[in-house]
């Protein structure tokens, strides 16, 4: 890997020591990274006709494109994926160590190769400043499996993961967790819109496993979604412990007031529309309290869809809370198929879908074959103090175990 090279004097990348002997081997901190004399690459700015570059593929993964030569001279590859743990970054994963400034150094130099993915083997990864992912596209981030990689996510009160600006971003195989206590996050992940306006979505999660914080820590919501649209979460399992914090918020106004460390925000009300939650677990599983969590809230959004395999409740009044206000003012199409409804250790009844007072409009879309375990009601009303504008689709199908279970209180 070759970026900004003089001639005579070496260069450096990711701001680590970079050397060429006489035989053109090229070593990075000491250690060979680069050999000379393999087979012609045609690097003609950098290179004389008879030398050439082999790269390091524990560093780069299988190089999957050849290297190429900038309009400036700089030399760099597409490879996949960059390893954290790579001595050139050298991520411990030992759940003690701060790896915050090395994961983000292998995200800079796989944004410099242009292979947009990045490799966090088995480990535990502590992360005590936020990830920067903003204005990013097509990246890929995966680990070994959600039981064998963790992020621990420990900002103290700042975003865990920013992907503020950012399109098509893909999380797969590893567990995402927030800190307990002050070294808690307020958000886990902080998705959306940058002041510009301009959309921010399309992101997909397969096989996370998303850990909120423990009881009594400053934390807001594990999944934060603010003018964020389309975004996809398949087989994934979300756990709440802390009471008042919420499990996924997904809205078009920035009701916690969350900020970026690295980006300005878009301000007042924003598009978000399709959230689709698919397959895995949603569970709240904090003490009873009047300040119980929030396993979903929505305000402002339009085409939610959730359809996880099972969803639990130990405290919380409902599992999907609607606050429909703004300007759009309203919470529309809310599809719920095939899900199994449990309340949790304490078994006490709740409503599936609570309806906070505002004089916005909830359109229900579809909520069918669904198995309500402990639920007073589907829909709950009572905290409406006006008219609401509520609209229903097509409720069929459900099975209930608790009696009376009602249609809409």
Request: glycine share 10%.
């Amino acid at each position: 890997m070759i970026y900004n090279y003089n001639a005579g004097t070496g260069f450096a990348i990711l701001n680590s020591a970079i050397s060429v002997d006489a035989s053109n081997n090229v070593s990075l901190n000491g250690k060979l990274n680069v050999k000379g004399d393999v087979t012609s690459v045609g690097v003609s700015s950098l290179l004389s006709s008879n030398q050439s570059l082999a790269l390091d593929t524990s560093v780069l993964g299988n190089v999957t494109n050849s290297i190429s030569v900038d309009a400036s001279g700089n030399s760099y590859t597409k490879a996949s994926p960059v390893n954290v743990k790579h001595f050139a970054f050298g991520a411990t994963g030992n759940g003690v160590t701060n790896d915050s400034t090395a994961i983000q150094a292998a995200i800079n130099y796989a944004a410099l190769c242009g292979c947009k993915r990045v490799k966090f083997p088995a480990g535990t990864y502590l992360i005590t400043t936020g990830l920067n992912l903003t204005e990013l596209s097509g990246w890929i981030f995966e680990g070994d499996s959600e039981l064998s990689t963790t992020l621990m996510l420990s900002t103290s009160g700042k975003p865990g993961i920013d992907m503020i600006g950012s399109n098509r971003i893909k999380f797969m195989n590893m567990e995402i967790m927030a800190a307990t206590g002050t070294a808690a996050p307020n958000v886990g992940l902080l998705m959306g819109r940058d002041s510009s306006g301009a959309s921010a979505g399309w992101h997909r999660f397969e096989n996370i496993q998303f850990q909120g914080a423990a009881a009594g820590s400053t934390f807001l919501a594990m999944i934060y979604q603010y003018g964020s649209e389309i975004n996809d979460f398949k087989n994934c399992e979300l756990y709440v412990y802390n009471a008042g914090s919420i499990g996924v918020f997904f809205g078009g106004m920035n009701e916690l007031n969350i900020t970026s460390q690295y980006q300005t925000i878009a301000t007042g009300q924003q598009s978000s529309t399709t959230f689709k939650w698919d397959g895995g677990h949603l569970a709240d599983y904090s003490a009873l309290t009047t300040t119980a969590p929030k396993l979903i809230r929505l305000n402002n959004c339009r085409n939610v869809n959730i359809c996880p395999a099972w969803m639990c409740t130990s405290s919380s009044i409902a599992y999907i809370h609607c606050w429909p206000n703004g300007a759009f003012n309203t919470v529309d199409t809310i599809n719920v198929i095939g899900v199994r409804c449990e309340a949790g250790e304490n078994g006490n009844p709740v409503n599936f879908i609570n309806c906070e007072d505002t004089s916005g409009s909830i359109r229900i879309g579809t909520i069918m074959g669904n198995i309500f375990t402990a639920t007073t009601a589907i829909i709950n009303t009572n905290a409406i103090t006006h008219n609401p504008n509520l609209y229903l689709g097509i409720i069929m199908g459900n099975n209930f175990n608790v009696s009376p279970t009602y249609m809409i209180i």
